[in-house]
């Protein structure tokens, strides 16, 4: 893990245009907050957005938390009036049963199986009874069809909706999902995107979800 907070402590001053600056970067911006919006995210309820990053995301939570303390200060300077918690996500410093909601995104993919497993008790013990988690994860089965095998830490870990449940059942129920880049969008000419946009969104909701570039899961607390 702290190969991750370090990674992201070293390129944060860069990040927000790096990573979604460009127009890849604000398709998967725009569909995500799509998604939120659809989801009521921060509506009447009290939200952790963990893993918050820069804070890009931070407009649909009450509060923040992340490890990396540059990222954190990105985040600060974009929502000065939003308490924000410098911490691990399995460590969260909170008291049990006080959050309705958190969110979570571009986190998981980073972490393995024991991690990830670890960190969802924990926010299992945080939400309030019915309370929902909201994350993203890239797709097993997209994966498994494509013979992407990750050579690093970055972005290595991906699931199928059956492991997911494997590692919820217990605790959650799987609400929802949601798909996001079926389509190569990131190889068509930019100046031809737009003509796609509505077409990948609504066939990445389809039954062919699964085999989009990422699921956005919407779990709910037993």
Known sequence: MNQVIQYYDKIAASYDVGRFGNSYGQFIDTQERKVLNHLAVGQNEFVLDLACGSGRLLAYADMGLDASTEMLKLANEKFPGKPTLHADADAIPLSSASLDAVISFHFFMHLDRPRIEKILCEI?????????????????????????????????????????????????ILK???????????????RLRKFFLWLDYHSANSFLKEYSSYLIIELRKK
């Open 124 to 172: 299992h013990r945080v939400l309030k009874g019915g309370g929902r988690f909201i994350f993203d994860i890239p797709s097993g089965r997209r994966r498994k069809l494509l013979g992407y095998s990750a050579n690093t830490w970055h972005g290595a870990y991906s699931a199928t909706l059956e492991e997911m449940n494997e590692m919820v059942h217990d605790k959650f």
């Open 176 to 190: 929802s999902t949601h798909g996001l880049l079926l389509l190569p969008l990131h190889r068509i000419p930019k």
